[in-house]
C-alpha cells in the first residue's frame, strides 16, 4: 500500500534528473547537460551508470554564485 506521504515531490528530493532540475529551475534540458559536463570535479552531479542526476542543494549553490549561465 502507498501513502501519498511516501511519494517523494520536487519539494523534498535529494537528487534530481535533467527533467526534473529543468523545470525546477527554469534552465533547458540540453543547457543543464551542457553544464554538467563542465562539471569535472562532480561538485553538483553524480552519474549512475548512463543517468545523470543533479545534487540539487550543490546545484542551488552553484546557481546563487554564478552571475551568467
Known amino acids: 500500500m502507498i501513502y501519498i506521504d511516501s ?17 525546477l529551475f527554469g534552465i533547458g534540458e540540453h543547457r543543464l547537460r551542457s553544464i554538467v559536463s563542465e562539471d569535472y570535479g562532480c561538485k ?6 548512463r543517468t545523470i542526476k543533479i545534487k540539487r542543494q550543490q546545484f542551488e549553490n552553484y546557481l546563487n554564485q554564478v552571475e551568467q549561465i
Do not use: M, P, R, V
Request: net charge neutral; hydrophobic share 45%.
Open 7 to 23: 511519494i517523494a515531490t520536487l519539494d523534498n528530493k535529494f537528487l534530481l534528473n535533467i527533467k526534473e532540475a529543468s523545470q
Open 44 to 49: 553538483y552531479h553524480l552519474t549512475l551508470g
